[in-house]
Nanobody, 123 residues
């Protein structure tokens, strides 16, 4: 089993900044991808940013130049630095981590989700 613990959401004024954190724990053998998604009320969950073990990062067009994803592989932790926040960034943010777990039989893939953290940006 893998557990993901998110933190860092809150209320901020437009133009402000926040940092989200997500730490994975459990019998983790390796992590391939770390990502952040968000879901605004009445909308589908969308990918915000992703970071792959090979070093590739991707961002949604709506956050390019404002958000940055960063990972600490030693701590199995991923961060999302959000700057120049806009009211349209208001959403519940979820981290998603995929990799492999150690088992008694060897390793198996896992795909874990955080519990979600609310970000509210006021105009």
């Amino acid at each position: 089993q893998v557990q993901l613990a998110e933190s860092g959401g809150g209320l901020v004024q437009a133009g402000g900044s926040l940092r989200l954190s997500c730490a994975a724990s459990g019998s983790i053998f390796s992590i391939n991808v770390m990502a952040w998604y968000r879901q605004a009320p009445g909308k589908q969950r969308e990918l915000v940013a992703s970071s792959f073990i090979i070093g590739t990062t991707n961002y949604a067009d709506s956050v390019k130049g404002r958000f940055a994803i960063s990972r600490d592989n030693a701590k199995n932790t991923v961060y999302l630095y959000m700057n120049s926040l806009k009211p349209e960034d208001t959403a519940v943010y979820y981290c998603n981590i995929g990799g492999r777990l150690r088992t008694a039989e060897g390793v198996r893939p896992f795909d874990g989700w955080g519990q979600g953290t609310q970000v509210i940006v006021s105009a």
